[in-house]
């Protein structure tokens, strides 16, 4: 399976966002079961971006979502 145009151009803004602010990126994955991108990101921000290109960013210490992108 692979991701969706929007979720690829998704993905690229909010990692050079996150590579501009200095996080690290640890994990980008595509989970098959939901047909999400999962971002790991410095030490506690994970993304999900889902099958249309839209992303929510989490604080792990959090379970809703900090903002949509």
């Known amino acids: 399976m692979l991701p969706t145009t929007e979720q690829i151009l998704t993905s690229f803004i909010l990692c050079q966002r996150l590579t501009s602010l200095y996080r690290s990126i640890f994990l980008v994955?595509?989970?098959?079961?939901?047909?999400?991108?999962?971002v790991?990101?410095?030490?506690?921000?994970?993304?999900?971006?889902?099958?249309?290109?839209?992303?929510?960013?989490y604080d792990i210490y959090q379970?809703?979502?900090n903002e949509p992108y």
């Open 63 to 65: 379970l809703s979502p």
């Open 29 to 38: 994955s595509l989970d098959e079961r939901t047909e999400d991108i999962y």
């Open 40 to 57: 790991l990101a410095g030490e506690k921000t994970e993304i999900l971006i889902d099958k249309h290109g839209n992303g929510n960013l």
